[in-house]
């Protein structure tokens, strides 16, 4: 019973009348079903009242699914177009960044060329392993942007982590040693 007039238009039409005429009968088995006929009557009306609340519940939702299911797609439209814009934004930042970096080693290797002291040549050592790492950094940059891009495959393969704390440490062991605090790296040979 999609539509409730259309189904009592017909129902009710179809089975009133012989209640009532059951009803007005002399004999007293006819007047039971008659009353059989009432309880019937009740019982379809009551059902197919559930069954429309059931039916326009499920055109309900169904609709609700439809235009979720549309914002759904929408989104994941905005979401690809974001990860597309954040991997070019990404390439061009690395690409750009690279620039100065590269100058800052032309720089580096022209102090290399002057006589410096001892504590001088340390601090031009430690910009070499900053730059160097910087330099990675910039390459990881661009490395996510293609991954991201769908340009390269990842290929996953075991390294040392020795190397990576060591360069922590070095980048991080004044800045400990200004705040009085002393920091050690504990040798591993640890391939993750």
Same mark, same amino acid.
């Given at each position: ?7 009592? $238009? ?14 007005? &009968?002399? $004999?007293?088995?006819?007047? !039971? ?22 039916? %326009?519940?499920? @055109? +309900? ?23 597309? &814009?954040? +991997? !070019?934004?990404?390439?061009?930042? &690395?690409? =750009?960044? %690279?620039?100065?970096?590269? $100058? ?9 060329? @002057? +006589? ?12 070499? /392993? &900053?730059? !160097? ?9 661009? =490395?996510?942007?293609?991954? =991201?891009?769908?340009?390269?495959? @990842? ?11 060591? %360069?922590?440490?070095? =980048?991080? %062991?004044?800045?400990?040693? /200004?705040?009085?605090?002393?920091? !050690?790296? /504990? ?6």
């Amino acid at each position: 019973s999609p539509s409730l007039p259309a189904f009592f $238009a017909i129902f009710l039409p179809a089975t009133l009348p012989y209640a009532f005429a059951s009803l007005g &009968s002399g $004999a007293p088995l006819v007047q !039971t079903g008659s009353l059989l006929m009432f309880v019937f009557i009740a019982a379809v009306s009551m059902l197919s009242v559930e069954t429309n609340r059931t039916f %326009r519940e499920n @055109v +309900s939702l169904r609709i609700a699914t439809e235009h979720m299911a549309a914002e759904l797609r929408r989104q994941k439209e905005i979401a690809e177009q974001a990860s597309l &814009s954040k +991997s !070019t934004f990404l390439a061009a930042a &690395s690409h =750009d960044l %690279r620039q100065p970096v590269h $100058a800052l080693g032309l720089f580096v290797g022209a102090l290399r060329a @002057v +006589s410096i002291p001892l504590e001088g040549q340390r601090l031009i050592e430690q910009i070499e /392993a &900053s730059l !160097t790492a910087m330099d990675g950094l910039f390459s990881a940059l661009l =490395d996510i942007s293609r991954l =991201d891009a769908g340009i390269v495959e @990842v290929q996953r393969r075991p390294f040392e982590i020795a190397p990576f704390l060591a %360069r922590i440490c070095r =980048d991080n %062991r004044q800045e400990a040693e /200004a705040k009085g605090l002393s920091l !050690t790296l /504990a040798r591993s040979g640890f391939v993750v």
